[in-house]
Antibody, heavy 117, light 107 residues
Framework: EVQLVESGGGLVQPGRSMKLSCAAS????????MAWVCQAPKKGLEWVAT????????YYRDSVKGRFTISRDNAKSTLYLQMDSLRSEDTATYYC??????????WGPGTMVTVSS | DIQMTQSPASLSASLEEIVTITCQAS??????LAWYQQKPGKSPQLLIY???SLADGVPSRFSGSRSGTQYSLKISRLQVEDIGSYYC?????????FGAGTKLELK
């Protein structure tokens, strides 16, 4: 059974950093591209970033380019999202997702990030 | 960016009723379209991909169709466990984008 479990969320001040992790199990992690997708409170879904199966390629939405870094450790079956220079508009639940082409076929339960002073 | 215009924003339907949700793409995306269901307090679940392909484990009462740049999700006989929000997503080009969502409630 595919399982994705995010951790690392919480309350952080504007301008500070936070690192999210996603522990994966139940599938061959290093065979799949992985992504982070976020959802602001009471809002819709927004793709954040994707990393290729081997970590050689990364893709970001414009609003996070230069501030967020997606990475992975295939030996640990873990996905990461380093978030720097956080803004209030980054407040959201962040989901780790396994990709099927550019679709998202499995999602974790999410971790909430609140950016506030 | 490709815009996905989803309608209706909310929908109230009765059990066993046929429900249809649509998404209009701002440009040609071929069959690169997915539908997701999100139950209250839960993470999204993939229902349909490639516009018409049913994801593993999804009941056959769900189906997807395409007419040009308009895409539809149909629930043939609404069940109580189908209540939640539904989102379309285009996977044709980055940034891949989602529709604003449809909140489905029981009448």
């Amino acid at each position: 059974e595919v399982q994705l479990v995010e951790s690392g969320g919480g309350l952080v001040q504007p301008g500070r950093s936070m690192k999210l992790s996603c522990a994966a199990s139940g599938f061959t992690f290093n065979n799949y591209d992985m992504a982070w997708v976020c959802q602001a409170p009471k809002k819709g879904l927004e793709w954040v970033a994707t990393i290729s199966y081997d970590g050689s390629s990364t893709y970001y939405r414009d609003s996070v380019k230069g501030r967020f870094t997606i990475s992975r450790d295939n030996a640990k079956s873990t996905l990461y999202l380093q978030m720097d220079s956080l803004r209030s508009e980054d407040t959201a639940t962040y989901y780790c997702a396994k990709q099927l082409y550019w679709y998202f076929d499995f999602w974790g339960p999410g971790t909430m990030v609140t950016v506030s002073s | 960016d490709i815009q996905m215009t989803q309608s209706p924003a909310s929908l109230s339907a009765s059990l066993e009723e046929i429900v249809t949700i649509t998404c209009q793409a701002s440009q040609d995306i071929g069959n690169w379209l997915a539908w997701y269901q999100q139950k209250p307090g839960k993470s999204p679940q993939l229902l349909i991909y490639d516009a018409t392909s049913l994801a593993d484990g999804v009941p056959s009462r769900f189906s997807g169709s395409r007419s040009g740049t308009q895409y539809s999700l149909k629930i043939s006989r609404l069940q109580v466990e189908d209540i939640g929000s539904y989102y379309c997503q285009q996977a044709h080009s980055n940034p891949n984008t989602f529709g604003a969502g449809t909140k489905l409630e029981l009448k």
